[in-house]
């Protein structure tokens, strides 16, 4: 057995699009079931997203405390962010999230982990990535609004956030994954046996 997954697509026989919002739509699809049976499936549609481990020479991890109104919490999280052009770098856009929610700039840049966030309800496909080398960013720091507006930010021991994982007090994925896989990596091989910050991601083509 070849322990990785693999792209399939079964037959979609009808598609609609009952809702169509600003960076995200709702689809409907009637898939054709191995037994010949046909399944309503509904799904988000999503651009992808980008998320980053900053970690300074410290080992704290750089993070941000936002609020997400569908849980109803305050979330603590790393920096993160919508691909917002088709086929946009997963890098720059990483670097460009980094630079906007935390005014920060990385010399050393890894893929941490790909993942899908809700692949049984949504198609956001997310790439996570780990900086080093950090330091402040030049010129005028990025306007915000909205939740982003009282957003909070702090440096944390990653084993601090390791602990937080596991005892159930920290709950946002890209954090809860990054965390797990730069243990998981330095538990293993060491940090430098995470892929390029360039590596292929098939989830989301991009040209380099």
């Not at 990535?129 to 909205?146: P, T, W």
């Not at 946002?172 to 892929?195: D, F, K, Q, T, Y």
């Amino acid at each position: 057995m070849e322990l990785q997954d693999t792209p399939e697509e079964w037959r979609v026989v009808a598609t609609t699009t009952p809702f169509q919002g600003k960076k995200t739509s709702v689809r409907t699809d009637d898939v054709v079931m191995p037994d010949g049976t046909v399944a309503r499936r509904d799904y988000q549609v999503h651009p992808g997203s980008v998320a980053v481990l900053a970690l300074d020479d410290q080992d704290r991890v750089l993070l941000l405390k936002q609020y997400r109104h569908p849980v109803r919490q305050k979330l603590w999280e790393i920096p993160a962010g919508l691909l917002d052009v088709p086929g946009e770098n997963p890098l720059h856009a990483a670097q460009r999230e980094l630079y906007e929610e935390a005014h920060v700039k990385a010399e050393e840049w890894r893929v941490l982990a790909d993942v899908y966030t809700t692949p049984g309800g949504c198609d956001e496909a997310v790439r996570i990535f780990l900086a080093r080398g950090l330091s402040e960013a030049e010129g005028r720091r990025y306007e915000v609004s909205d939740e982003e507006a009282d957003m909070e930010l702090a440096r944390v021991p990653l084993g601090e956030l390791v602990r937080g994982v596991l005892a159930g007090e920290l709950h946002n994925n890209c954090l809860v994954v990054g965390v797990l896989s730069l243990a998981a990596a330095r538990a293993g091989g060491g940090e430098g046996e995470l892929r390029a910050a360039d590596a292929e991601w098939p989830a989301r083509p991009f040209e380099a």
